[in-house]
């Protein structure tokens, strides 16, 4: 590891325990972990958990810990330009996250005073190449093969690792998707550079570096992280946190093809494809949402929440704590560890708004609150308030709602 505790130095004193942020330190008998000393009985001992992160070497007062890894920077950051976004095709439609980032992409090329590029990667899809430039991009780098009819993951991030190596893009973006997680990961890995997982804000700050933001430490901060030395920067974003630009059919670009490495070859063969049945409800797609938190008190509160969706035409949703306490599947969680939603109309009935419920439901266009605490943290991100008990105001928003109808 490159990390290292001195054995002569270490007290096992505790201080740098307490300081690691992710319980990778443990103090342990000296006996047990055969480092003796004459003095000392405890030491200190560095679990794999370690991220290097170098808190516990700042917070021990006798410098018994060094981190000896070397920071490796990219050489020429210099000749890294524009914006990718990393297409995801699901047979040979477009993702719709990738039109989202697009419009993320374009935002944050604009800023950067550089170009917008997509790489567009699969089976049949390059009369896509359009679609892509006239939801942004300037250039669309197309990767058409037939060994790409299946996702596999080793050809697509061959595939794109060889195209960002050539084009050297400053800033590459994907869907925080099944896929999407699948190959950033190693993209990242290969290229020796930065990733930053589920971000929920994106921006460019004034050294011209790209902000990522993201839930951290359980969700209690929204930490902002640059890669400031390596590229590209790459963030993942989730499917709905991003609105699509409105296309433009008059816009032009450039399509440039490229091929996948000669010497590729698949370590993976998929056999078939099973179709996941369990996921009934996908309240992402969603255009109206009534969800139903704590406040509704048990699974027969969540028949209110019913029967106020199906008036409004719209899907259940739900807080973390509704969903732990088994009043209502998984499935139907909105937040951080559930889905991020983006309806035109989100109610959210008897939820404080806690941040980890928030990041999946803020940008929806239209929020309205129901909640009898008239300081509940779901006002502030509101469109609407009501400040009521959610048994008495929705019966008589579903009242209303009727006559309207008739
Ligand atoms: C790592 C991590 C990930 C998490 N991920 C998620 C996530 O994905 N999604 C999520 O939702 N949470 C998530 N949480 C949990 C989150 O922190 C909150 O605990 C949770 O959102 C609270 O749910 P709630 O608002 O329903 O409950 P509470 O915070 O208990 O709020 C209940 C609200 O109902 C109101 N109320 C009570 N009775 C009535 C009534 N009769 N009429 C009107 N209002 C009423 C109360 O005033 C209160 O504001 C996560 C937490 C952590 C640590």
């Known amino acids: 590891m490159p990390i290292k505790v001195d054995s002569s ?3 096992g004193c505790g201080l740098c325990e307490k300081s690691c942020p992710f319980g990778a330190i443990s103090i342990e008998d000296r006996a047990k972990a055969n480092k003796p000393h004459p003095k000392f009985k405890k030491i200190a001992v560095i ?19 060094s981190v000896t890894a070397e920071k490796k920077e990219t050489d020429d950051i210099a000749l890294y330009k524009g914006v990718w976004v990393i297409a995801e095709t699901e ?23 550089t170009y917008l590029g997509c790489v567009l990667i699969g089976f049949g899809i390059r009369q896509k190449a359009e679609e892509i430039i006239s939801s942004g991009a300037d250039k669309v780098f197309v990767c058409d093969n037939k060994a790409l009819e299946v996702f596999v993951d080793n050809a697509y ?15 590459v973006l994907l869907g925080a998707t099944a896929i999407g997680r699948a190959i950033a990961s190693r993209i990242s890995g290969r290229l020796k550079t930065g990733l930053t997982a589920d971000c929920t804000g994106l921006d460019i700050d004034h050294q011209g570096l790209l902000v990522q933001t993201r839930p951290a430490f359980g969700g209690n901060i929204m930490a902002e992280i640059l890669t400031a030395y390596n590229r590209p920067q790459m963030a993942t974003v989730r499917h709905k946190v991003f609105k699509p630009l409105s296309k433009d059919l008059s816009k032009r670009g450039e399509v440039i093809e490229f091929g996948l490495p000669e010497n590729l070859k698949l370590q993976t063969k998929v056999k078939k494809f099973v179709e996941d049945v369990t996921q009934k409800v996908n309240i992402a797609d969603a255009d109206i949402i009534v969800s139903g938190g704590r406040g509704v008190g048990g699974p027969d509160g969540f028949k209110v929440i019913e029967e106020f969706a199906s008036a409004l035409g719209g899907a259940v949703g739900a807080s973390r704590a509704a969903v732990d306490s088994g ?4 499935s139907h969680q909105v937040g951080q560890t559930g889905r991020t939603v983006c309806p035109k109309l989100y109610v959210a009935c008897g939820i404080s708004g806690a941040i980890q419920h928030l990041v999946g439901m803020q940008s929806s ?41 008739s």
């Not at 991030?157 to 800033?171: D, M, R």
């Not at 009043?327 to 998984?330: A, E, F, G, K, L």
Request: hydrophobic share 45%; net charge neutral.
């Open 327 to 330: 009043w209502i599947p998984y």
């Open 47 to 65: 679990s794999s958990a370690c991220t290097l992160c170098g808190a516990c070497v700042d917070v021990c007062p006798f410098g018994a810990i």
């Open 365 to 405: 266009d239209v929020i309205v609150a129901i909640n009898k605490d008239p300081s509940a943290a779901i006002f502030k991100v509101a469109t609407f308030g009501i400040v009521a008990d959610l048994f008495e105001a929705i019966p008589a928003i579903i009242g209303e709602i009727k006559k309207i109808r």
């Open 91 to 113: 047979g040979d439609e477009i993702h719709s996250v990738t039109f989202e980032l697009l419009a993320k992409g374009r935002e944050l090329a604009d800023k950067r005073k």
């Open 9 to 11: 130095k270490c007290t």
């Open 157 to 171: 991030v061959e595939g794109i690792c060889g195209i960002i190596k050539k084009e050297k893009p400053e800033i």
